[in-house]
C-alpha cells in the first residue's frame, strides 16, 4: 500500500509499516516543514493514504473540498511509540483495501481513524472528514 506519513507520526510507526512491505513517503525524511497542502498534494500526487496525527488535515480535506485517497488520523496519546507503532501496522494490515474481510475502508476517499481502547480502524472514532 503506498502511504504518505506527514511530521506528526512517530518514526516507529513508518519503520514498522515499511517492514511490513508498505511504501512511505515520510515528510521529515523529504522536506521536513513543508506545508500541509504540500503534504496533501504528494499523497494525491503518489495515490498514497495520508497518515497523521494532525487533524488540520480534515480543514483542507473535507471543508476545502481537497479530494484524497484517504486520511488515517492517529490518536494513540499516552502510548509508547512502540505499541502505536503495532497498533497502527495492525490496523493497516486488517484493513487494506485489496482484503474482502476488511469491515472498515478508510482508504477509499475517507477517512479512519486508530484509538488505543479499539486497536483498530474505526469510523467510529473520530467525524468523516471525506464524504463518500
Known sequence: MNLVADESVDRQIV???????????????????????AVLDLANREMAVLLTADKGFGEL???????????????????????????????????????PRSGCTPWSGGCGGVRPDLGRCSRDAISSWVPR
Open 15 to 37: 519503520e514498522q509499516l515499511r517492514r511490513d512491505g508498505h511504501s512511505i513517503w515520510y515528510v521529515p525524511e523529504m522536506d521536513p516543514g513543508i506545508p500541509d497542502d
Open 61 to 99: 480535506a473535507f471543508r476545502q473540498g481537497r479530494l484524497t485517497a484517504g486520511i488515517v488520523l492517529i490518536r494513540l496519546v499516552g502510548l509508547s511509540a512502540n505499541s502505536k507503532a503495532a497498533l497502527v501496522a495492525r490496523a493497516v494490515a486488517e484493513h487494506h483495501p485489496n482484503d
